[in-house]
């Protein structure tokens, strides 16, 4: 089976810069999601790695180990609006698409 | 375009009453998922459609729970004789066919069973 394991909570500033973890075991790794998602709403999409090195898009970056079984998703220049949880998901091989998903970590950023 | 919808959103049902959960998937998305997500857990993979074909039904957590997708597009989970164990939000999300990755998230349909 797959075990994916992130913090449950993290409290930041606004403006400031936070990384939140990620780590799995899994057998057959194909890929590794983030995804955001706000109280009572869908998750969104926010990046993918499959090899190892750092993935950037805007405010938002994500790094993956596959040796080490080791993700972070970086936020820059937080906003209120990024209070969210922050899901970590990843694929097998041989698991067809589906995702397995951790409990999510619950980001609130203060003023 | 428009996005994945689930209807309805929110549905209380007693126990032993039977459910029908409706996901409208993207237009010509290939790939349909059914998730179960328990309050402040992540969500759970229940079952996957590629067209109307049911590849993966593993997550499913008893055969009180079912599913289909009859012509490739619109996909329906119908639970029976629901138990309170069963409240939680069912999320559906597609995905694009060939090498896309990203599945597509609906808002979901909150079940609470009392």
């Known amino acids: 089976g797959q075990n994916i394991d992130q913090p449950t909570e993290m409290t930041a500033t606004e403006g400031a810069i936070v990384q939140i973890n990620c780590t799995y075991q899994?057998?057959?790794?194909?890929?590794l999601f983030w995804y955001q998602q706000h109280a009572g709403e869908a998750p969104t999409f926010l990046s993918y790695n499959v090899l190892d090195g750092l993935e950037e898009k805007g405010r938002f970056s994500s790094f993956l180990s596959r040796s080490k079984g080791y993700s972070y998703l970086l936020l820059k220049e937080l906003q209120m609006k990024d209070s969210a949880s922050y899901l970590c998901?990843?694929?097998?091989?041989?698991?067809?698409?589906?995702?397995?998903f951790g409990t999510g970590t619950q980001l609130k950023v203060e003023l | 375009g428009a996005g994945v919808s689930q209807s309805p959103r929110y549905k209380v049902a007693k126990r032993g009453q039977d459910v029908a959960l409706r996901c409208d998937p993207i237009s010509g998305h290939v790939s349909l998922f059914w998730y179960q997500q328990a309050l402040g857990q992540g969500p759970e993979f229940l079952t996957y459609?590629?067209?109307?074909?049911?590849?993966?039904k593993s997550g499913l957590p008893s055969d009180r729970f079912f599913a289909e997708r009859p012509e490739g597009s619109v996909s329906t989970l119908k639970i029976q004789r629901t138990q309170q164990e069963d409240s939680a939000v069912y999320l559906c999300a597609s995905r694009p066919g060939g090498g896309a990755n990203e599945q597509y998230f609906g808002p979901g349909t909150r079940l609470t069973v009392t």
């Open positions: 459609f590629q067209n109307e074909a049911q590849l993966d």
């Open positions: 998901a990843v694929k097998v091989t041989g698991g067809g698409n589906k995702l397995t």
């Open positions: 899994t057998s057959g790794f194909n890929g």
